[in-house]
Each structure stands twice: as structure tokens, then as C-alpha cells.
């Protein structure tokens, strides 16, 4: 929040109303990002291609599930916490609390090829 408004307000006045220092808030700007927010940042760009590749359809355990089997170590809350951050989220959509689920019998972006057509002419057609 300070960034976002250090050109309309005064940083040390800022602070002063968060209740940080002016000191820790300087020594946090200038800080290089750790380890963790690497590692983060390296999952959530293989996240988004795997997410693309299944077209939306792959949730966190799913998702998880792929990221192990190539190697990158994530726990399952680790990688729900990062496609949420990121507004991912597979199908079929989670029930809500107090809510109904909506019918819907494909998820977006897939097309239906049969048309609920299933009678086929030769076997193997379909």
C-alpha cells in the first residue's frame, strides 16, 4: 500500500499511520526476493502451462499429481494456494457453501464434437 501511494502521500507518514517503521519499510523495498518466492514463481509459470494445456480442467490435486511426476516438489495446499492467488481453478467449479451447483455438462472451452449423436454406422466411427 505504501508504494501504490507514495507519490500522493509522505512515506513517513504513511508508516506512521500502519504502524511500521520508517526503517524496516526502507530496509523491506531494497530487500531481494527470497528462495521461496523463486521457487514460487518457477511453479506458477509451470501451473499456468499445465493449466492451458488441460484446458482448465486439471485442480490443485490433479495438478500436484503432474508437477511430482515431473519432479517439482509441492504440496497439495502449496499449489491450491498458488492457482487461487492466480485465479485458476479447474472443473468441475467446487460447490460453494449454502449454494447449488449449476448443472453444466462440459466445462468451458470444450466443444461438444458428438452432438449427442451416439449411433454409429461402423464400429470405431465415434
Known amino acids: 500500500m505504501i508504494e501504490r501511494c507514495r507519490d500522493e502521500f509522505p512515506i513517513r507518514l504513511m508508516c506512521r499511520c500502519l504502524r511500521v517503521s520508517t526503517s524496516g519499510y526502507y530496509d523491506w523495498s531494497k530487500r531481494l526476493p527470497s528462495a ?5 514463481e518457477r ?4 501451473i499456468h502451462a499445465l493449466h ?3 484446458r482448465g480442467t ?7 499429481e503432474d508437477l511430482v511426476e ?3 516438489l509441492a504440496s ?3 499449489v491450491a494456494r498458488l492457482m487461487a492467488l492466480a485465479g485458476l481453478q479447474g472443473w468441475p467449479r467446487p460447490k460453494r457453501r449454502g ?3 449449476q448443472p453444466t455438462l462440459t466445462p468451458p472451452g470444450v466443444r461438444n464434437l458428438l452432438e449427442r449423436d451416439f449411433s454409429a454406422l461402423e ?4
Open 52 to 54: 492451458q494445456d488441460s
Open 70 to 72: 515431473e519432479g517439482l
Open 58 to 64: 486439471l485442480g490443485a490435486g490433479r495438478m500436484q
Open 99 to 101: 449454494q447449488r451447483a
Open 43 to 46: 511453479l506458477l509459470s509451470r
Open 123 to 126: 464400429p470405431e466411427t465415434k
Open 36 to 40: 521461496r518466492q523463486h521457487d514460487n
Open 76 to 78: 497439495r495446499n502449496r
